[in-house]
Nanobody, 125 residues
Framework: VQLQASGGGLVEAGGSLRVSCATS????????MGWFRQAPGKEREFVAAITWNGGSLYYSDSVKGRFTISRDNAKDTVYLQMNSLKPEDTAVYSCAARRPNIDGGWTDPRTYDYWGQGTQVTVSS
């Protein structure tokens, strides 16, 4: 599975941005998908995840109520809609895919098998 994130950019605090992750190579609809972020000098942090059919969604406490993860299996793409952005949301955002036979551990990056290069999101104050 190849993953390619896009849609990052510079936005003012309080603004919105949507990042996308296009996939190719295998049947996207079988895979659970997640978004992680990493700010300079910090460890990688879980942001959000979605099961193969969108039936279950997972969010970190820091983004719950502001970010929404979704997927379009017909387009092999997963999205992260980010609203009410804060300067502390500034990071490189990366998408990841995990095999369907993995249960639980959605926030643990070690449970993901494929990673795309990230897209930079910068929120100015």
């Amino acid at each position: 599975v190849q993953l390619q994130a896009s849609g990052g950019g510079l936005v003012e605090a309080g603004g919105s941005l949507r990042v996308s992750c296009a996939t190719s190579g295998r049947t996207f609809s079988y895979y659970g998908m997640g978004w992680f972020r990493q700010a300079p000098g910090k460890e990688r942090e879980f942001v959000a995840a979605i099961t193969w059919n969108g039936g279950s969604l997972y969010y970190s406490d820091s983004v719950k109520g502001r970010f929404t993860i979704s997927r379009d299996n017909a387009k092999d793409t997963v999205y992260l809609q980010m609203n009410s952005l804060k300067p502390e949301d500034t990071a490189v955002y990366s998408c990841a895919a995990r095999r369907p036979n993995i249960d639980g551990g959605w926030t643990d990056p070690r449970t993901y098998d494929y990673w795309g290069q990230g897209t930079q999101v910068t929120v100015s104050s």
